[in-house]
């Protein structure tokens, strides 16, 4: 099922800024070719240059040829939603069609909203306050659902879990009356 796409998988998050609201984000993510742990969003190859122009032709044909797989990226769609948003953080939710090596945080990254505690592709300073007023020294993103069909029966299976305490408090600043709605 997870090799098929037959999943649909739908996080929490929260953000630093605000991503918006129906945002679809398709944009393909490989590796960073300098830091090798990190994934990041492969630029486009049709993307204008700094002289507001489309590289086309030979040029373009070649540097895509030189580059190796892992620098092209592999296609990644998430689809955001913001649930609140108090000025300064939100509250999102993700669903992901694909299944990439952080997703989410490099999606999130791309659009100028990192996932609020996320030391890799998050805000140092916004971490620091996080861990000093909250405790939180984690990225504040959560697995919240899970829709599959059992490989067996076929009978459609909807496994949710509860999100974390520590999340649940910064959520509860940022939106106090969506505690049922999480």
Same mark, same amino acid.
């Given at each position: 099922?997870?090799a098929?796409?037959?999943?649909?998988?739908?996080?929490?998050?929260? @953000?630093?800024?605000?991503? &918006?609201?129906?945002? %679809?984000?398709?944009?393909? =993510?490989?590796?960073?070719?300098? *830091?090798?742990? #990190?994934?990041?969003?492969?630029?486009?190859?049709?993307?204008?240059?700094?002289?507001?122009?489309?590289?086309?032709?030979?040029?373009?044909?070649?540097?895509?040829?030189?580059?190796?797989?892992?620098?092209?990226?592999?296609?990644?769609?998430?689809?955001?939603? @913001?649930?609140?948003?108090? &000025?300064?953080?939100? %509250?999102v939710?993700?669903? =992901?069609?694909?299944?990439?090596? *952080?997703?989410? #945080?490099?999606?999130?990254?791309?659009?100028?909203?990192?996932?609020?505690?996320?030391?890799?592709?998050?805000?140092?300073?916004?971490?620091?306050?996080?861990?000093?007023?909250?405790?939180?020294?984690?990225?504040?993103?959560?697995?919240?659902?899970?829709?599959?069909?059992?490989?067996?029966? &076929?009978?459609?299976?909807v496994?949710t879990?509860?999100?974390?305490?520590?999340?649940?408090?910064?959520?509860?600043?940022?939106w106090?009356?969506?505690?049922d709605?999480?």
């Amino acid at each position: 099922a997870f090799a098929a796409r037959n999943v649909k998988k739908t996080y929490a998050a929260i @953000t630093v800024g605000n991503p &918006g609201n129906r945002v %679809v984000i398709d944009k393909p =993510i490989g590796r960073h070719p300098v *830091h090798r742990q #990190r994934m990041r969003v492969v630029p486009d190859p049709s993307a204008k240059n700094s002289s507001n122009r489309v590289v086309r032709g030979q040029m373009m044909a070649d540097a895509m040829a030189s580059k190796p797989p892992s620098q092209l990226g592999r296609r990644a769609l998430s689809f955001v939603d @913001t649930l609140a948003f108090d &000025g300064k953080l939100s %509250v999102v939710q993700v669903r =992901i069609e694909t299944g990439r090596t *952080h997703q989410i #945080r490099v999606h999130l990254q791309d659009r100028h909203t990192p996932i609020y505690g996320d030391d890799v592709y998050g805000l140092a300073d916004w971490n620091k306050k996080l861990s000093k007023t909250h405790g939180v020294q984690r990225p504040l993103l959560h697995a919240a659902r899970l829709e599959i069909d059992h490989p067996m029966t &076929g009978d459609h299976m909807v496994i949710t879990a509860p999100m974390a305490s520590d999340m649940i408090k910064t959520a509860d600043t940022i939106w106090p009356q969506g505690r049922d709605e999480r």
